[in-house]
């Protein structure tokens, strides 16, 4: 039987399901093609909330085998254990199976740390910044805390709180209880950051225990940068909590933790960061913004941070934006469209002679890499082309680029004024934020200019109804605008982990459609692996919704119909395919999850049949 029952069994034990409830999951789940876990089905038929399974096994995590745990939780497969069971009968030297498990790549060290803190409600503790208490540290030989892994760290009300690599390992535990008493409080850290711990508490036995200073945290930021660069993530966020200074990456859109550091820690974090961006490390009641060029000798280039400094109840919380000048910039057709809209795009939008060309979507959806991909196209030794960007991300070759910077000056709005006077084939306005900059950019199309810009909205068709919310003539937007893209970005399926997945029937309800109409889909879902840190999706991909401005959709707004009248006239007369089709799509030729496309992509009305989307589509 797929997943085992045990923490199943614990419910039951604890009053929280039935045993007639565990039996009927248990038959639904035989009959499922996709590897549900049993808790998964639980959840979904109503029997258990997630907080429910969490407070069992917080109250009988003694009881628990890690194995049975991470199997049950759908984190590792019956087969994983079975192969680290076999590693750990032959290996000569006796290892613990939650090493084994993360060695041998079945799963990941820092999801490992993040399950038993979430799920156990063990806390996790960063050494590097602990002062540890040495009389409780002397009550064992420190080969014993390398051996059994695991570190007394503060003699506490109601016990004294302990470090493992983990809390679930039996001899660790019984250890630690036998030194410390049974009222221990565990604690978890990665197993590295733990041995590291004890090899300095031993080589400073006998020597006054020093708080971090100067070159510890300056260590600590040049580890966090070179982090954030090895795992490519696109967003740092430093934030300070209650208890705690919270550290996370955003990879491919999501946010992960990475790393929690003590509170005390926080304002030399702070000003080190603020001299490095060049801020006022005096000001610590109004919000700044600042830019640090970070020259990493591990990875051998320059990075480009954003700062920004937010004031919340807690201190200042940091977040830095990566603009990494090693990536390459996309040629317009590797952004992702599909060929026909592709064609349509270049044809009817990139290859006009003038007109305002917008491409809009929400913070973080690609719309400068399209911007850019763009910008590529038109380039070239004849054509004059212009740009004001809040800031340069990308340097091109022949491109007149400026950074906005309003510290000495150099305004948007001042910018905007004097971008007309230089002789622009081409101007590209980084975004159009006020009614000032969609007025500039609709004049200089007026003028017999081409305008690229980006938008905040949800759509394309909310880019054009924002214009009009901006008192901008109606008129004016429909014999200016030529072309409005939305985009978003949805991860893709891991290739290395991808296994064909069966949508379910809440999910066929959510698309608007039967199981035979999408008879001809292949959809896939990650499982999770090495390569793709266990999460089961590797990189991102750009699904994109293209109005070209026909005659049609030029007299709807005119008229100022509603957002339904003009998306309906768009589809029937420019062959737009919503965001939505063309995200499931994609997820049908196994390139993105269903489930991302249900989370993250608007629905308006029904979708088109799959058949008639691929046709449109040329996919």
Do not use: W
């Amino acid at each position: 039987m797929r997943g085992g029952g045990a923490i199943a069994n614990l419910l039951v034990q604890e009053g929280v399901i039935s045993e007639e409830q565990l039996g009927y999951a248990r038959r639904v789940r035989a009959k499922l093609v996709s590897n549900k876990t049993l808790l998964d089905v639980l959840q979904e038929l109503g029997y258990v909330a997630p907080g429910q399974v969490a407070a069992t096994l917080r109250k009988n995590s003694l009881s628990i085998r890690i194995g049975d745990f991470l199997i049950e939780l759908g984190h590792i497969r019956e087969s994983d254990l079975t192969a680290a069971l076999n590693l750990q009968k032959e290996g000569v030297e006796r290892k613990m199976l939650g090493d084994i498990f993360i060695e041998n790549g079945f799963i990941d060290e820092r999801k490992f740390i993040e399950v038993l803190s979430f799920q156990l409600g063990f806390p996790v503790e960063e050494l590097e910044f602990r002062k540890l208490d040495r009389k409780l540290i002397a009550k064992a030989p420190f080969s014993t805390y390398r051996e059994l892994q695991f570190l007394p760290i503060a003699a506490e009300e109601g016990g004294v709180s302990v470090v493992f690599a983990n809390p679930l390992e039996q001899r660790s535990r019984s250890a630690a209880e036998g030194l410390f008493g049974r009222d221990l409080k565990p604690a978890i850290a990665s197993r590295k950051s733990l041995l590291t711990a004890i090899a300095n508490a031993e080589r400073s036995a006998g020597t006054d225990e020093g708080i971090p200073d100067e070159s510890t945290v300056v260590g600590t930021i040049n580890k966090l940068f070179d982090d954030a660069i090895t795992e490519e993530v696109s967003d740092i966020h430093i934030e300070p909590l209650k208890d705690r200074l919270r550290i996370r990456f955003r990879h491919d859109g999501i946010m992960v933790p990475h790393q929690e550091l003590p509170l005390e820690i926080a304002p030399q974090l702070t000003s080190r960061i603020k001299v490095m961006a060049q801020a006022d490390i005096a000001e610590r009641r109004r919000h700044q913004d600042g830019r640090i060029l970070y020259d990493s000798r591990q990875h051998g280039f320059t990075l480009d941070l954003r700062v920004s400094f937010f004031i919340t109840i807690f201190g200042e919380k940091i977040v830095l934006r990566l603009l990494s000048k090693k990536k390459a910039i996309l040629e317009i057709g590797q952004i992702g469209m599909a060929p026909n809209m592709l064609d349509r795009f270049i044809g009817e939008a990139l290859d006009t002679p003038s007109g305002v060309m917008i491409i809009t979507g929400p913070t973080g959806s690609g719309k400068t890499s399209t911007l850019y991909g763009c910008l590529g196209y038109l380039n070239n030794p004849n054509t004059s082309i212009i740009t004001a960007e809040e800031p340069v991300e990308f340097v091109i070759e022949g491109v007149s680029q400026c950074s906005i910077n309003p510290k000495i000056g150099v305004t948007f709005e001042e910018t905007l004024r004097h971008i007309v006077r230089q002789d622009p084939d081409i101007i590209v306005l980084g975004e159009i934020r006020d009614a000032f900059s969609a007025e500039t950019a609709i004049q200089a199309a007026l003028t017999g200019h081409k305008v690229l810009t980006t938008f905040h909205t949800e759509d394309s068709i909310g880019g054009l109804l924002r214009l009009m919310n901006m008192q901008i003539e109606a008129f004016l937007i429909s014999s200016t605008v030529v072309s409005v893209v939305a985009q978003r970005l949805l991860r893709l399926v891991c290739n290395d982990c991808a296994e064909p997945y069966l949508p379910t029937p809440i999910e066929y309800t959510k698309l608007g459609y039967t199981a035979k109409d999408l008879g001809s889909a292949r959809f896939r879902l990650g499982r999770g692996c090495k390569k793709c840190r266990f999460t089961g999706y590797r990189g991102r991909l750009a699904i994109f919704e293209v109005l070209i401005m026909n005659e049609e959709v030029k007299e709807a707004i005119m008229q100022r119909r509603s957002s339904s009248e003009i998306r309906r006239l768009s589809i029937e007369t420019s062959g737009m395919v919503s965001l939505f089709e063309d995200g499931l799509v994609k997820a049908a030729n196994g390139l993105v999850s269903i489930q991302e496309v249900l989370r993250d992509l608007p629905r308006i009305g029904r979708p088109r049949p799959l058949t008639e989307l691929k046709r449109i589509l040329g996919s």
